[in-house]
Protein backbone atom coordinates (compact mmCIF):
# COMPACT_ATOMS: atom_id res chain seq x y z
CA UNK A 1 0.00 0.00 0.00
CA UNK A 2 1.24 3.59 -1.02
CA UNK A 3 1.94 5.28 2.69
CA UNK A 4 3.78 8.74 3.59
CA UNK A 5 4.14 8.91 7.14
CA UNK A 6 5.37 12.27 8.60
CA UNK A 7 7.49 13.01 11.54
CA UNK A 8 9.21 15.34 13.46
CA UNK A 9 7.06 18.07 14.35
CA UNK A 10 6.40 19.55 18.28
CA UNK A 11 6.61 22.88 20.02
CA UNK A 12 9.83 25.47 19.34
CA UNK A 13 10.60 29.03 20.70
CA UNK A 14 11.06 31.36 18.10
CA UNK A 15 14.52 31.30 15.82
CA UNK A 16 14.96 27.34 17.01
CA UNK A 17 14.91 24.90 14.81
CA UNK A 18 13.21 21.19 13.62
CA UNK A 19 13.58 18.55 11.24
CA UNK A 20 10.45 16.91 9.39
CA UNK A 21 11.00 13.96 7.86
CA UNK A 22 8.66 11.97 5.63
CA UNK A 23 9.03 8.32 4.90
CA UNK A 24 7.53 6.93 1.91
CA UNK A 25 6.34 3.17 0.77
CA UNK A 26 4.77 1.01 -1.62
CA UNK A 27 6.02 2.93 -4.80
CA UNK A 28 8.57 5.06 -6.15
CA UNK A 29 8.00 8.46 -6.46
CA UNK A 30 9.54 11.44 -8.77
CA UNK A 31 8.23 14.37 -7.59
CA UNK A 32 7.51 15.21 -3.49
CA UNK A 33 6.79 18.25 -1.82
CA UNK A 34 5.48 20.00 1.92
CA UNK A 35 2.96 22.24 2.30
CA UNK A 36 1.41 23.75 5.59
CA UNK A 37 -2.17 24.67 6.86
CA UNK A 38 -2.94 27.54 9.95
CA UNK A 39 -6.15 27.56 11.26
CA UNK A 40 -8.34 29.59 9.04
CA UNK A 41 -5.68 29.60 6.12
CA UNK A 42 -5.58 28.00 2.66
CA UNK A 43 -3.03 25.08 2.21
CA UNK A 44 0.20 26.78 1.22
CA UNK A 45 2.87 25.73 -0.75
CA UNK A 46 6.34 25.49 1.28
CA UNK A 47 8.81 23.02 -0.75
CA UNK A 48 9.39 21.16 -3.50
CA UNK A 49 12.02 18.39 -4.92
CA UNK A 50 11.65 16.54 -8.12
CA UNK A 51 14.01 14.23 -9.81
CA UNK A 52 14.33 11.82 -12.79
CA UNK A 53 17.32 10.43 -14.31
CA UNK A 54 18.36 13.30 -16.72
CA UNK A 55 17.20 15.92 -14.24
CA UNK A 56 16.51 17.30 -10.63
CA UNK A 57 15.49 20.60 -9.01
CA UNK A 58 14.60 22.24 -5.60
CA UNK A 59 11.88 24.87 -4.85
CA UNK A 60 10.88 27.05 -1.95
CA UNK A 61 8.65 29.35 -0.80
CA UNK A 62 9.66 33.04 -0.79
CA UNK A 63 8.65 33.03 2.81
CA UNK A 64 11.05 30.25 4.25
CA UNK A 65 13.64 30.78 1.26
CA UNK A 66 17.10 30.79 3.02
CA UNK A 67 15.65 29.11 6.43
CA UNK A 68 14.18 26.06 4.98
CA UNK A 69 15.94 23.00 3.46
CA UNK A 70 14.77 20.19 1.84
CA UNK A 71 16.59 17.45 1.28
CA UNK A 72 16.03 13.36 0.45
CA UNK A 73 17.77 9.82 1.51
CA UNK A 74 17.11 7.60 -2.10
CA UNK A 75 18.19 4.31 0.47
CA UNK A 76 15.87 4.84 2.88
CA UNK A 77 12.90 6.51 0.61
CA UNK A 78 12.72 9.12 3.02
CA UNK A 79 12.71 13.33 2.50
CA UNK A 80 13.60 16.05 5.31
CA UNK A 81 12.53 19.20 5.52
CA UNK A 82 15.21 21.39 7.91
CA UNK A 83 13.58 24.17 9.52
CA UNK A 84 15.91 27.05 10.79
CA UNK A 85 15.09 30.17 12.16
CA UNK A 86 11.25 29.50 12.57
CA UNK A 87 9.04 32.54 13.24
CA UNK A 88 5.74 32.37 14.61
CA UNK A 89 4.16 32.50 11.38
CA UNK A 90 5.80 29.40 10.15
CA UNK A 91 2.81 27.61 13.24
CA UNK A 92 1.00 25.17 10.89
CA UNK A 93 -0.03 21.68 10.24
CA UNK A 94 2.77 20.91 7.77
CA UNK A 95 1.80 17.85 5.12
CA UNK A 96 3.84 15.86 2.58
CA UNK A 97 2.80 15.21 -0.92
CA UNK A 98 3.98 13.19 -3.71
CA UNK A 99 3.66 11.96 -7.43
CA UNK A 100 5.18 9.13 -9.92
CA UNK A 101 6.01 11.86 -12.14
CA UNK A 102 8.51 14.43 -12.75
CA UNK A 103 6.59 17.92 -12.18
CA UNK A 104 6.44 21.32 -11.31
CA UNK A 105 5.57 20.66 -7.84
CA UNK A 106 4.23 23.80 -6.68
CA UNK A 107 0.55 23.30 -6.42
CA UNK A 108 -1.48 21.04 -4.54
CA UNK A 109 -2.95 19.33 -7.67
CA UNK A 110 0.63 18.47 -8.58
CA UNK A 111 0.00 15.77 -6.26
CA UNK A 112 -1.47 12.20 -5.93
CA UNK A 113 -0.62 10.75 -2.70
CA UNK A 114 -0.87 12.68 0.76
CA UNK A 115 0.51 12.06 4.46
CA UNK A 116 -1.66 12.58 7.65
CA UNK A 117 0.58 15.80 8.76
CA UNK A 118 2.26 16.88 11.23
CA UNK A 119 1.85 19.58 13.69
CA UNK A 120 4.46 22.55 14.08
CA UNK A 121 4.17 25.08 16.73
CA UNK A 122 6.23 28.42 17.21
CA UNK A 123 6.27 30.32 19.85
CA UNK A 124 7.25 34.08 20.38
Known amino acids: QVQLVESGGGLVQAGGSLRLSCAASGRTFSTMGWFRQAPGKEREFVAA??????????TYADSVKGRFTFSRDNAKNTVYLQMNSLKPEDTAVYYC?????????????????WGQGTQVTVSS
Open 49 to 58: ISWSTWSSST
Open 97 to 113: GARGSYGWGTREYDYSY
